[in-house]
């Protein structure tokens, strides 16, 4: 029999990237070794590793450390609520990833404050003072240097790979044109006082010696430095949905000690829980951890776990699970699962493992490098041996060749994306849009089917009053008001809602006496109006029935048929007969029909995703004009379905608002969380829209597609100026201060395209957008 190889699994956190090229090539090593199966992901900075149960984890990491990277194993941590600080008190320690973006922001503030004068200088004649050059070299150096450190040693690092990224052609541009200034200065006519910067469009011999190009090294700088700033700070949040996630747990919990008629209460941490331990749980506090109910009755609100927005009765026996909140009385609960098999810490899992497995898009500039790059150097070097060989002039050569790397410099191809995403997002923002990155577009782009969360997306999320009917010979505002005050003696959601519509919509004349709750069957009581009193009973019919108050067939249907629209029915009963029925629902928010309607218009199609049940779910459905509709679906359920549908060879965007859907927006290829829901469904998604008004999803999508194309645009006309200036520059045509001036209009060019952005109007609040 043919024996077969176990593998395990590991986790590696990587150090070093600086692109998706970086990543390939530390998955390639990974694959090389036997038996191993590498999965990188350059967004996480992240490696999943299935390796043979006779391979050492110190063996993947030196390949990754061989290949010019960092890696770490990333050891489990116990899934119990995270906060700000540690046990002490303190502040928590940075991550890398902030770390490295602390880092990065302190080299671009002060390589931007070293680097405006400079730039001044060189470009404003009057500026230019005796000795100015000098003035400008001791700024600049610092930039050179110091600020484009990170450049210069991946440049390094990719050379002794055999390999060029963007990084490279920074590096090599802003040390080619710091390198040509400081031959000037020194060896040159650059460096006499009284230097003026000249404008010759032609290169001639002689004339190269009298030019510098620091403010071209150092803008150059500056410039890519902003960019990967705010590619640092994208990434940066990319585990605060998992943080979110486990701040909905309790953090501490009462455990009851002891047994019999000595039992005591004691508070503990939720981490020093154990299963079999016995906890209470009392109104308005949060389910510690997945147990079984030993004593009591209530109402759990689950809706952030399982998307129902009904509260479940629950009582002795039955099933709860941790991170709900207690709407009712108290609960006695025994833990059944704790740590990492409570069900929200495999909604934590499911965010992650969807997270990672994310294919992060490749960024342009970085695709359309990988040829450009090489290309470019080979063309500078070809340049110099060719004006070697033909013309015999070294000072000649050298500043032809300065000319064709400084007008490759990638200046506007460092501004092409931040600059269209800054004001993209900026314009987004005052929308109430959120867009986290330029990843984020291309999927948007592509998308051609939205998964809409019922729950707190299509519907408002709580629950009112929907309808009410009254027997014959009854008034309407009679059954509300007595329902009313008896249910305002409630703290179950459904009987809070119809409190409410009582106060909202009558005049409370009458008092609540005495009240009961009949566990899963309603609520009972006096009510006193003036000098009558009546018994009152609302709730389920056998309740009605109890009481010898049987419900009319007339009112029966009527039930029947507002349960099949999907509402929650009670009956209203006193003074011995039926009276009425009050229909309560979750209210289905007065937009959502307008924002389907939008949706459809941009060629989505949509699809209802929710917890409810079918009934419920296509009565809303049929509300906003949504034809394809899912039901009956747990968390770990939604993350299928939006798989599926990816299967299938669709592009998903997914809306939702709740910890439920967490997972299948970070799953998505897109996703909207709404900004009115929790903080694990906004960090998880792609865009969040902070009104929570589900039009507000078309306009992310229709601004976001043109955040894109300005993108585009900005990295086609940005390598135009390169491809059409690179020629001349090779043949002597263009004076390397022009090149840097080229270089410059075509950063004018790419900020003044990305502003147009500023004008994009919303549909949602200013009539249709007419780019």
Request: net charge negative; glycine share 10%; proline share 4%.
């Amino acid at each position: 029999m043919q024996a077969t190889t176990t593998h395990d699994e590991v986790e590696l956190a990587l150090t070093g990237m600086t692109c998706a090229s970086c990543a390939n090539r530390i998955e390639r090593k990974l694959n090389k070794l036997d038996g191993v199966d590498a999965s990188v992901n350059y967004a996480t900075e992240k490696a999943h590793v299935s390796y043979p149960g006779g391979t050492d984890v110190a063996d993947l990491l030196a390949t990754v450390e061989k290949a010019g990277y960092g890696a770490s194993v990333i050891e489990p941590e116990p899934l119990t609520p995270v906060g700000d600080a540690d046990a002490d008190g303190a502040d928590a320690p940075l991550s890398d990833a902030e770390r490295h973006a602390e880092e990065l922001r302190q080299r671009l503030l002060i390589s931007a404050v070293l680097t405006v004068p400079v730039v001044l200088m060189a470009m404003v004649p009057p500026l230019q003072f005796t000795n100015w050059q000098w003035l400008s070299l001791t700024l600049a150096a610092p930039v050179v240097v110091w600020g484009a450190w990170p450049f210069h040693r991946a440049a390094w690092t990719n050379a002794r790979h055999g390999s060029t990224t963007m990084d490279t052609l920074v590096s090599v541009g802003v040390l080619a044109a710091f390198g040509w200034s400081l031959y000037a200065l020194f060896f040159g006519h650059a460096g006499m006082p009284g230097l003026k910067h000249g404008f010759e469009f032609a290169s001639s011999s002689g004339h190269g010696s009298s030019n510098i190009y620091l403010e071209a090294a150092a803008g150059v700088t500056t410039f890519i430095l902003l960019g990967r700033y705010i590619e640092a700070r994208s990434k940066r949040a990319s585990g605060a949905a998992l943080r979110a996630l486990l701040d909905l747990g309790a953090e501490e919990v009462t455990v009851l000690r002891g047994s019999g008629g000595s039992e005591r209460e004691e508070r503990i941490p939720v981490r020093a829980l154990a299963v079999g331990d016995r906890f209470v749980v009392r109104p308005g506090e949060k389910v510690a951890t997945d147990g079984v109910v030993e004593h009591g009755t209530s109402a759990i609100d689950a809706s952030m776990l399982t998307g129902e927005s009904v509260p479940v009765d629950v009582t002795d026996g039955d099933e709860v699970v941790g991170a709900t909140l207690n709407a009712g009385g108290r609960l006695v609960v025994r833990a059944t699962r704790v740590g990492s098999e409570t069900q929200l810490a495999r909604m934590a899992k499911l965010v992650e493992d969807a997270q990672n497995g994310k294919a992060d898009a490749q960024r342009l500039a970085d695709r359309i490098s990988g040829v450009f790059v090489p290309v470019v150097i080979a063309l500078a070097v070809l340049t110099f041996v060719a004006w070697l060989v033909i013309a015999g002039d070294v000072e000649g050569a050298f500043t032809a060749a300065v000319a064709v790397l400084i007008i490759a410099c990638p200046c506007a191809l460092g501004l092409a994306t931040p600059t269209a995403l800054m004001v993209g997002t900026g314009r987004g923002a005052q929308l109430g849009i959120l867009i986290k990155g330029p990843q984020v577009l291309e999927s948007t782009r592509r998308v051609d089917t939205v998964v809409l969360d019922k729950t707190g997306t299509v519907t408002s999320g709580e629950m009112g009053v929907q309808t009410v009917v009254a027997a014959d010979g009854e008034a309407d505002g009679d059954v509300l008001t007595y329902a009313g005050v008896l249910e305002s003696g409630s703290e179950h959601p459904i009987a809070q809602a119809i409190a409410r519509a009582a106060q909202d919509r009558t005049a409370l004349r009458p008092t609540l006496d005495s009240f009961e709750n009949v566990p899963g069957l309603g609520v009972q009581g006096v009510v006193v109006d003036g000098d009558t009193s009546r018994q009152v009973v609302v709730g389920r019919p056998a309740l009605l029935e109890d009481w010898s108050m049987p419900v009319p067939a007339a009112l029966a249907d009527e039930a029947a048929r507002l349960q099949a629209g999907g509402a929650t029915v009670v009956a209203v009963g006193w003074d011995g007969a039926a009276r009425g029925l009050v229909a309560v629902a979750d209210t289905i928010k007065p937009t959502s029909a307008q924002a389907v309607a939008e949706l459809k218009e941009l060629g989505l199609r949509p699809v209802l995703l929710t917890g409810d049940n079918e009934r419920v779910a296509h009565a809303v459905a049929a509300d906003v004009g949504i034809a394809d509709v899912i039901a009956d679906v747990l968390p770990a359920d939604k993350v299928d379905v939006v798989t599926r549908l990816q299967g299938e060879g669709r592009v998903v965007a997914m809306a939702g608002d709740g910890v439920n859907d967490a997972a299948a927006l970070a799953t998505a290829d897109l996703g909207l969380a709404m900004g009115t829901g929790t903080d694990a469904a906004i960090e998880a998604a792609d865009i969040t829209l902070v009104r929570g008004d589900l039009r507000v999803a078309a306009d992310a999508v229709r601004l976001a597609r043109r955040t894109l194309g300005t993108i585009k645009g900005n990295l086609f006309w940005a390598f135009a100026y390169n491809v059409a200036a690179i020629p001349l520059a090779a043949f002597g045509l263009l004076n390397p201060m022009i090149a840097g001036a080229a270089m410059a209009f075509s950063s004018v060019f790419v900020v003044l395209n990305s502003l147009r952005l500023r004008g994009f109007a919303a549909s949602s609040s200013n009539g249709k957008d007419q780019s």
